[in-house]
């Protein structure tokens, strides 16, 4: 695991277990513990990998998991030991930024707000996230078309409870201009979307 991101982590922990840590702390906290959570540990941080399993429901609801103390303790002895020598798998992240890096994915649902695009499109290294407004209840597939067929985005995400038509009406225009379709029907962290994009269209992507 990544030894810069745990000391990240056990600084801005420090801070709120003092009672001092603000909205930034918290933001940089959950940032840390998403990145950490897919990556896989080696000898010297498998016990962190298993708390950060158990309290990552506390810590994403902004507050001290119950065993704070002992998470804190972990993450400074992990810190001091030396990282495995052998090569790190990759995380999800990273390999779903090996497949569509440099290139545009369109997002269709959720909230589309400006951070979370920054974030998608940071993490997954794209040339740009599209991340349109949509109509939950009643989306307009067809005029999301111009977009799905633009030359530059690699892939179609999908991250609502759309109809079974427009289901279908979205997973058509995507064959029709030769995109993979990734549907995400609850969630749409930036780990969820790249666990997403793997396992479903690595394959279509080059990917293994």
Not at 129 to 153: G, N
Not at 177 to 183: A, D, G, Y
Request: aromatic share 4%.
């Amino acid at each position: 695991m990544d030894r810069k991101l745990l000391n990240r982590l056990k600084f801005h922990l420090d801070r709120a277990i003092a009672g001092s840590a603000g909205e930034d702390d918290w933001d940089k906290i959950v940032a840390a513990l998403e990145a950490l959570l897919p990556q896989t540990p080696d000898a010297g941080t498998r016990e962190v990998a298993r708390l950060l399993k158990v309290d990552a429901s506390a810590l994403r609801s902004r507050r001290l998991p119950s065993d704070y103390g002992r998470l804190v303790k972990e993450l400074g002895d992990a810190t001091l030991r030396p990282a495995s020598t052998a090569r790190a798998e990759p995380s999800m992240e990273e390999r779903a930024a090996a497949l569509v890096r440099g290139r545009a994915l369109l997002v269709l649902g959720g909230d589309s707000r400006y951070e979370h695009q920054r974030k998608l499109q940071d993490t997954l290294e794209l040339s740009e996230a599209v991340w349109p407004a949509t109509k939950e209840d009643a989306p307009d597939v067809e005029a999301f078309e111009p977009l799905i067929a633009r030359p530059d985005v690699v892939a179609v995400v999908l991250l609502i409870r759309w109809s079974r038509h427009a289901f279908g009406k979205a997973r058509e225009l995507c064959e029709k201009h030769s995109k993979p379709l990734v549907r995400i029907e609850a969630g749409y962290n930036v780990a969820q979307i790249a666990r997403a994009i793997v396992e479903q269209a690595s394959k279509r992507l080059g990917g293994e």
